[in-house]
């Protein structure tokens, strides 16, 4: 019998996609899939998830041991993040050194990360559903890098210190990066380490 060879990739998960390919039980009805985005092998799973409203980097794998390595807390993931304001140094500091959230109904203090402003907001394509515009008061951009998933955390860690997440866009997972990976195209990745 020959083994078969693990095949990995990369995408640039859109806005209002969910990262699953099956919708199981009583979850609502016309929910987009990553099968819309690409012609996936059989048994490709996502690794990690990144919400319906969030956007950015996916990476996505037909080996479990591969999922297992790159969700624990050994794999840096950073993300870039519009927030609601102008950020204040002490917001910044707080997400550095740990942020009071509530995971699973219970209290929780994140783990110490890294946090700052972007000299320059990103270059990312428009947004499916408009977030705002700049009567609306101003917005920063902030870099936050995490070694944790828990559910909803940056949204939470962010909201926790004042400034609500208006557009969440993950860039990098360890070293792979999203790089020029326009919304919605796949990369074919000869592994993830």
Known sequence: MSKTIPQHFKLFKPYGFISQFVINGKQKRNKRLLGELYDFPENTMAIGRLDETSEGLLLLTTEGKTSTLITSSQ??????VQVDGQI?????LTLQLGVNITVNSKPYITAPGNAFILENNPEFPERGKKIRDVRHGPTTWISITINEGKFRQVRKMTSAVGFPTLRLVRVRVGTILLGDLKMGEVEMLETIQ
């Open 75 to 80: 794999i840096e993931k950073e993300y870039y």
């Open 88 to 92: 204040t140094t002490e917001a910044l």
